[in-house]
């Protein structure tokens, strides 16, 4: 491990915007599950940034919507180290990094506590045999719809056109209400979402995979009630 990384590691410990349980923790009774608004002291809306890299997203939504709650997750501290340490200089109550696995969700929020969820550039698994980790596989929007709020939205942005495909086939064939969607949100000039600062924000990983002429896809939906 790099010297840097070490270092983030241990100042993670100790900054109080960073949740790290173990598995155990986050398995059995997690303290925050059901009580995320008492972390944070307030009853605003909680929003997740699933994969949040290096925190760019959950930043940047947690400055411009002071009216919600943002975590971001995501099993590499070492990353997200970057957001926390900016939340922290622009003394930002409304956002925080829980180092966790995606897979592990539903044991570290109750059901109906999550108002949105954003999914930023993940691995789209491309490979069958990873079907299992694609985060918009059955399995894990079943996870994300015991924890969402009734009309609770989820956001899909990737540069990944085999995902965005596969996404959008799940959810017609699964009865899912897809809100919005769209194969090159950077291209089509014309193109004006519906949904805030969706243009606006950009992770490393967003500019990256523009910077080799990826084209950027977006996908708003909600799930159908069980």
């Avoid at 155990?24 to 994969?51: H, M, R, S, T």
């Avoid at 994300?144 to 056109?161: A, F, M, V």
Wanted: proline share 4%; glycine share 8%.
């Amino acid at each position: 491990m790099g010297k840097n990384k070490a270092a983030r590691f241990r100042e993670n410990i100790i900054l109080p915007n960073v949740i790290q349980p173990t598995r155990d923790q986050a398995i059995n009774n997690f303290e925050y599950k059901g009580k995320w608004n008492e972390f944070f002291g307030n009853d605003k809306p909680i929003v997740l940034e699933l994969g949040c890299g290096k925190g760019e997203y959950s930043v940047g939504l947690a400055k411009a919507f002071p009216e919600k709650n943002f975590i971001g997750i995501d099993i590499k501290g070492a990353r997200f180290w970057f957001g926390a340490k900016e939340a922290i200089e622009y003394d930002l109550k409304n956002v925080a990094f829980l180092r966790t696995q995606i897979e592990l969700i539903d044991n570290l929020f109750a059901e109906n506590e999550v108002s949105e969820i954003w999914i930023t550039f993940p691995d789209p698994q491309i490979k069958y045999r990873r079907t299992k980790h694609r985060l918009t596989n059955p399995e894990f929007l079943a996870k994300y719809r015991h924890i969402l709020k009734q009309d609770g939205i989820i956001h899909l942005k990737t540069d990944s056109e085999y995902l965005h495909g596969y996404t959008l086939g799940l959810l017609q064939g699964l009865g899912h209400e897809i809100l919005t969607a769209h194969h090159d949100i950077y291209g089509a000039a014309e193109y004006q979402p519906d949904t805030p600062l969706l243009k606006d924000i950009r992770t490393y990983y967003e500019e990256l995979f523009s910077s080799k002429g990826k084209t950027i896809t977006y996908i708003k939906f909600k799930l159908k009630n069980e």
